[in-house]
């Protein structure tokens, strides 16, 4: 690690420790993997999150105290200790290879099924879905599949094994892609750098190339999520190595939509294991979320100026 972010975790850490606020625990006995989170701006006090490869496609609604939403006609089968068997909301005729990304799009669910530790994917792609109200369904299915690729990406795998990706969010009506890269092909040597992708096209019926906006080097660790703010005012990314996991803050650019370009704040999450997931609480607020099921709770004013 370079020695100016060693610096910049020795100075956090004090601050960490008392900024970051463990908030819940999620008990729900399915979600066991959450690999993203995102808050609903459609219903009120509902966050989605999903489990990554190797599970089913469902998608578990909680409430801000990392509860389990149950449809209100269902409540009476999930009541007390039964309330851990409702699986959450199936999302019909999709299939789940690797889901490690989620984002909003108004009221539309967008779920990346980007995973791809062996960069050797050809079938990554994103689905929407009209998202569902909680209280009151229990399956959907999604609107469409869009098909993806990096547009610099020729060999699969690729000589550089940068083309995972766990991250996305989305900004004026278009999705963003942030990959996940390493330093060879040990798949778990970190690399801690990222590529910003913009998808412009909407194809169903042939691969949608993703457009590569930028480039940024020296995060500190590997990208494991992000998201745009509300308001689309800033976008906020996690970057994790074995001490801590950096989290990001990047403006919105004001001529542009190249975040990474943009003089970022910074915060160092201390002791908070496998981060997988971060979203905006409110404008001065975000959550991290990790595979262990603890929600944490940081203040934008706990950010490096």
Sequence with gaps: MPMTLRIIFVLTIIASMSAQDKICEVKHKDIDEQSAI????????????????????????LTGQGEMIVP????????????????????????????EAMTVLGDTLVIADVGNNGNTRRDLGVYLIPEPNPR?????RPLVWLPVRFEDQSNYPALEWEFDCEAIFTFQGKIYFLTKHRADRNIRKPAPSTKLYRMDTRFTNKVNVLKLVNRKDNLGGWVTDASMAQDESAMVMLAQNPLATMIWYFPR??????????????YSLVKADQAEGVCFKDPQTIIVSNEQREWYEIPLSAFSK
């Design 38 to 61: 995102i808050k609903s701006q459609t219903y009120d006090n509902v966050y989605w999150v999903c489990n990554d490869s190797g599970n089913k496609p469902f998608v578990f609604p």
């Design 72 to 99: 209100d006609f269902m409540k009476k089968h999930y009541t007390g200790k039964k309330i851990n068997d409702y699986p959450g909301i199936k999302i019909k005729s999709a299939s789940l290879l690797d889901w």
């Design 136 to 140: 009151t369904t229990y399956e959907t």
């Design 253 to 266: 650019p004001k001529q542009s939509d190249d975040f990474l370009s943009q003089k970022p704040r910074t």
